[in-house]
Nanobody, 120 residues
């Protein structure tokens, strides 16, 4: 199984970025997908997730609600994270994850991460 993230980079506050995560080696439609992030000196934390059952079943951490949007394309085995109105506190390594569990606390698979840096 491979999860390969792309789309990170250096942007200014207020800019947008779209992260992609291409999955292979698993039946993508059988997994909830999510994005975690880890800022320097902090623990990795869930940012957003999307259900395997419906694209409308999503979760966002409070700090990104209204700014980030998660989506998936089961035909392309890809999950996306659209990030708008970026803030310096969004700076982190962003990881894609896949989970068969219901609570997404212990995803079975992880990507290698992509760095997002937001300058003020």
């Amino acid at each position: 199984v491979q999860l390969v993230e792309s789309g990170g980079g250096l942007v200014q506050a207020g800019d947008s970025l779209k992260l992609s995560c291409a999955a292979s080696g698993l039946t993508f439609s059988n997994y909830d997908m999510g994005w975690f992030r880890q800022a320097p000196g902090k623990e990795r934390a869930l940012v957003a997730r999307i259900s395997r059952w419906s694209d409308t079943l999503t979760y966002y951490v409070d700090s990104v609600k209204g700014r980030f949007s998660i989506s998936r394309d089961n035909a392309e085995n890809t999950v996306y994270l659209q990030m708008n109105s970026l803030k310096p506190e969004d700076t982190a390594v962003y990881y894609c994850a896949a989970s068969r569990g219901l609570d997404f606390t212990t995803p079975q698979y992880w990507g290698q991460g992509t760095l997002v840096t937001v300058s003020s």
